[in-house]
Nanobody, 125 residues
Framework: VQLQASGGGLVQAGGSLKLSCVPSERIFRTHTVGWFRQAPGKEREFVSA????????RYADSVKGRFTISRDDAKNTLYLQMTGLKPEDTAVYYC???????????????????WGQGTQVTVSS
């Protein structure tokens, strides 16, 4: 499975961006899907995920209330709507997918088998 992420860019603090991720196969009903990010000099970290049902969304505390994960099954597209962006949100954002995982494991990098190429998000102060 290949994942194609897009939608990154440069935005001022307080602005919004919407990231998209399109898998090469229809996997939403069989996979957990998520977003991670990696800032320069830092480890990759969990941002958000949802499971095969589409009703088990999880968020990192740092983005809760500002970011929303969603998907459009008809368009076979995963989204990450980001609002209230802060300079500390600057990072390369990756979409990822993994075979169904217990919800308690959705935040772990090791739970994901497939990764997109990443899209850069830069938030200026």
């Amino acid at each position: 499975v290949q994942l194609q992420a897009s939608g990154g860019g440069l935005v001022q603090a307080g602005g919004s961006l919407k990231l998209s991720c399109v898998p090469s196969e229809r996997i939403f009903r069989t996979h957990t899907v998520g977003w991670f990010r990696q800032a320069p000099g830092k480890e990759r970290e969990f941002v958000s995920a949802d499971d095969w049902s589409g009703g088990n969304k999880r968020y990192a505390d740092s983005v809760k209330g500002r970011f929303t994960i969603s998907r459009d099954d008809a368009k076979n597209t995963l989204y990450l709507q980001m609002t209230g962006l802060k300079p500390e949100d600057t990072a390369v954002y990756y979409c990822a997918a993994g075979r169904r995982r217990p919800s308690g494991l959705m935040g772990l990098i090791s739970s994901y088998d497939y990764w997109g190429q990443g899209t850069q998000v830069t938030v200026s102060s």
